[in-house]
């Protein structure tokens, strides 16, 4: 990977923590190798609702869901804040989305990714790699 930046998506962060999620070792081994090569992982401000989220009630791990919204009080993460210009460059691309797996929320990392001028996200979707991006370890 040649870029010094990724953008992050929600599955990332939630293989990272459980270690019962199947990515988790892989996740661990991605993280690893950005930070020790220096690249600069940015989250999406919307990444940390749905990761909370489906860690509080779908995984039924609430205290996980809990230090991530701490570390996230904390300033752990470098946040991406979601402007108007690219909320509607999200739309764009939700829009060109077949499968309902594919949501406005991965949209946003996608349009994200084009804002801040990356070809890389953290994330085990290969929709992203359909809409011309690369996968961070791959």
Do not use: C
């Amino acid at each position: 990977m040649t870029s010094s930046m990724v953008v992050a998506d929600a599955d990332a962060l939630i293989a990272l923590a459980l270690e019962n999620d199947p990515n988790h070792d892989r996740a661990v081994k991605i993280s690893t190798k950005l930070l020790n090569t220096g690249v600069n992982v940015v989250f999406p401000v919307t990444v940390f609702p749905e990761a909370i989220t489906s860690l509080k009630r779908a995984a039924n791990q609430p205290l996980k869901a809990h230090l991530i919204n701490r570390q996230l009080q904390q300033g752990a993460f470098h946040v991406e804040y979601l402007d108007e210009e690219t909320l509607l460059q999200a739309t764009k691309i939700f829009d060109q989305a077949k499968s309902k797996q594919n949501t406005l929320f991965d949209a946003i990392i996608a349009a994200t990714a084009k804002k801040l001028n990356t070809d890389a996200i953290f994330s085990f979707d290969e929709w992203y790699t359909k809409l011309g991006f690369k996968l961070a370890g791959s």
